[in-house]
Each structure stands twice: as C-alpha cells, then as structure tokens.
C-alpha cells in the first residue's frame, strides 16, 4: 500500500503549477492548494503569492483547533497544503433535480443554524455565500474564510455575515422558501444577530431606493440587491 506521502510526491510532480487539485488515496478525497502563480498585472495586485498561501495556513490551523466546521488541515509546505474535502456547495445541490425537497430543506435550514452557531462562539466567516458552505454526509462545513474578519470588528463582521448569506440567495436564484426557511433557521438560533442584522439592513435601504428606478431594466445582481431589501424588510 503506498504511503500518503509518497502519493502526495507523485500529486505534486503531476500538478505543478496548478493552482488547486483533487486527490484520492485509499478511498478518501483530497485537495491539494499551491502558491499562485501569477502573470502580467496580477504580479502587482497579488505582490506575495507565497506569504498568502501562509497566511491560509495559519487559518485553517486556527480553525481546527476550535473545532470550526470546515475542512481539515492534513498537510502543508513552503508552497502549498492539503486538506480533507467537505462535499459540494449547497448552491449546487440546492439546484439539483435529484435530490429530494426535504433534503434540500434540510441542508437549507442546517446552513443557516450552522452559520448563526458559529456568531455564537464570536466567530465570524467575512463572505459566507451559499457557494463556499459545503454538505457532506449529513454535515455542513464553511470553506474560504477571510482571514481578516475572524478578530476584527466582531459586533459589525457578523451582522455583514448574515446579509452576505442571504444576497447570495438571491443571487442564485433560490426559491424564496428556501430563503424564507432559512430566515426562520438562523433567527431560531440566533436571535440577538438577526434582530440587529435587519437594523442594520435598514439603516442601508437607502441603495434599495436609489437602485429602485431602475429595476425595470435591472439585471442579475441589481435584482438580487431588490430581493434582499423586499424579502427581509417587507418592502
């Protein structure tokens, strides 16, 4: 039986270069992430691709130890790590055709608790949109935290969160009872955030009236900012 480091060896031989790959060893899936490589403008907008890849390091490592739902830390070098996978995004298993209603239901709800545990424990994700929440033998995980948004700014970070998670509802373009069966979820859980996170939606209605005029011509993300404002206020 090879061992996971030498098949780690023949992975990184086979990918260099690539930024993110899948893996299996012995029945289990992995992915393997390594230093961007960058080109033309993006040398100068990305300037340290190597202390990046650190830094996500750093986070997943922080993660773990306070037990977050998200993917594991198997491995990591100068220039690169392993984690465990945690399934597909829900956004894409909420679309599919094969998966029964009361699953669909179910993961909807489970991402919204999941997520108001998480403001529970002061603990903040900075872009939990439905694409980087991920299912996985009944579990919920949230993968690509924003490494800023863990210590600062608490009180602000997790109302941001919330209104985050629901815009990207709309944006794709789930059906409202799965929005509203959300809504219902995370307040249940969380009451104290929800409250404020619709105080805070209200004090930014004034984009909703701004935008208003032109939502007869409006496209996808303007139509999503209209759903947002009229979903959760009532509009």
């Not at 969160?161 to 509203?180: G, T």
């Amino acid at each position: 039986m090879q061992s996971f480091d030498v098949a780690l060896c023949h992975v990184l031989a086979e990918n260099k270069g690539k930024r993110v790959v899948s893996f299996y060893h012995e029945g289990q899936k992995y992915w393997l992430k390594q230093v961007e490589q960058q080109k033309g403008a993006e040398k100068f907008l990305k300037p340290f691709p190597a202390k990046a890849i650190q830094v996500e390091i750093k986070r997943l490592k922080w993660l773990n130890l306070r037990h977050v739902p998200t993917a594991k830390l198997v491995c990591s070098g100068d220039d690169y790590f392993v984690t465990t996978d945690v399934g597909d995004c829900i956004s894409r298993l909420l679309q599919k055709n094969d998966i029964e209603e009361d699953k669909k239901q179910q993961v909807i709800a489970q991402a919204a608790q999941k997520l108001a545990e998480l403001h529970n424990q002061n603990l903040v994700h900075g872009r939990p949109a439905i694409r980087d929440i991920t299912y996985l033998n009944n579990q919920v995980y949230f993968i690509d935290f924003e490494a800023k948004s863990l210590f600062s700014n608490l009180y602000y970070q997790k109302r941001r969160d919330v209104i985050v998670f629901f815009y990207s509802m709309f944006q794709a373009k789930l059906d409202e009872k799965y929005i509203r069966m959300a809504m219902q979820s995370y307040a249940k859980t969380n009451p104290e955030n929800w409250q404020a996170s619709l105080k805070l939606l209200k004090r930014l209605s004034f984009i909703y009236y701004i935008c208003l005029p032109f939502k007869p011509v409006a496209k996808s993300d303007l139509i999503s900012i209209y759903g947002l404002f009229e979903l959760l206020l009532n509009k």
